[in-house]
């Protein structure tokens, strides 16, 4: 059985509102308009879901362009995980889109480094990100054809081989931008969004804030290091400032006029703060939607949300 012929298999299998009840599943993690899945269908591969796409069109265009991400990276020397893109057709529905990569030893993983890594260890995984991060700036900057890219530098979206090496396995959200415009625009992000919100959510060009923080060294790294707080070790942000404050004042003070500002212990907390009273908050209104479509109006709801959340 080819890829798109197990993946067809399970969509029709997949209940999201109660994914665990699908055969020959694993839940690995979900995000805002994604679910992890490893399937017995497909050993030794990580599947990840996409939905939120209207038409076929528009899932076709996404493949598109998460492949043109990939091959962006990599002309820039970020090592990718090997990634296949296969949109999947659901009659009488929209289509999502899965992106399989292989599944990587978990001892490797960048969240598990940050948990129980040493100090030094942890430190040389944050260098070689930042490493990877600040070439790609760089570019941007000197680039004359409006393209620039960028990645969410979060640990957790890297995976470190025995040398320390980090290849990105978050590609999901492709962050390529041609004359300041976001090219994955923004209706995947606002289609998890319950219809009485996505008015305010444009007005507030939420999508375009959350976009806009990651092309910016500050406040790209002050999102990577806020992450230490929801992987649970707080007491380790201290050592990622000392790297990414020393790398921010020598290696990027040039690229944006606040870009050598150090960040403070106080910036890392606000922010955590605030983005996690803005997650539960709509994490709470989803719940809330899928109830309403699943039990009052007997819809199919079509994302799969976490459960309980430690922050």
């Known amino acids: 059985m080819n890829e798109g012929d197990a993946l067809a298999r399970f969509e ?7 994914p665990e009840a699908a055969p020959g599943i694993a839940m690995i993690g979900t995000g805002e308009v994604s679910a992890v899945f490893a399937l017995a269908a497909l050993p030794g591969r990580v599947c990840k ?4 796409f209207r038409a076929a069109a528009d899932a076709e265009r996404y493949a598109a362009l998460v492949r043109r991400y990939v091959e962006a990276l990599e002309g820039e020397g970020v090592r990718v995980a090997e990634t ?14 899965y992106l399989l990569q292989p599944a ?21 995984a944050i260098d070689a990100v930042l490493a990877r991060v600040g070439p ?13 890219v960028t990645v969410d530098a979060q640990l957790s979206n890297w995976h470190f081989d025995a040398a320390g090496q980090p290849t990105l396995i978050d590609v999901g959200t492709p962050f390529l ?3 300041g415009a976001d090219e994955i625009g923004v209706e995947l992000f606002l289609a998890p969004v319950p219809p009485g919100m996505r008015a305010l959510y444009r007005r507030m060009r939420a999508v375009e804030r959350y976009l806009d923080a990651f092309f910016a060294p500050r406040s790209l790294l002050v999102d990577a290091i806020a992450n230490f707080h929801k992987e649970g070790r707080p007491d380790r ?3 990622a400032l000392a790297r990414v404050n020393r790398w921010l004042s020598e290696d990027v003070a040039e690229l944006d006029r606040r870009g050598g500002r150090p960040i403070a212990r106080a910036d890392v907390d606000r922010y955590y703060a605030r983005d996690a009273k803005t997650l539960e908050l709509y994490l709470r209104a989803r719940r809330l939607d899928r109830w ?9 709801y079509d994302f799969v949300l976490p459960g309980a959340i430690r922050r």
């Open 104 to 124: 990587l030893d978990a001892k490797g993983l960048g969240n598990h480094l940050l948990r129980e890594a040493d100090d030094a260890a942890l430190a040389r």
């Open 49 to 52: 879901r996409m939905a939120g």
């Open 84 to 97: 296949a893109v296969v949109p999947v057709a659901r009659p009488g529905r929209a289509p999502v889109v």
């Open 136 to 148: 790609l700036l760089r570019a941007n900057r000197a680039r004359r054809d409006g393209r620039s």
């Open 12 to 18: 029709a299998a997949l209940d999201p509102a109660r």
């Open 292 to 300: 309403l479509r699943t039990r009052v109006l007997r819809q199919r």
């Open 237 to 239: 942000i201290p050592l």
């Open 177 to 179: 931008r041609k004359d």
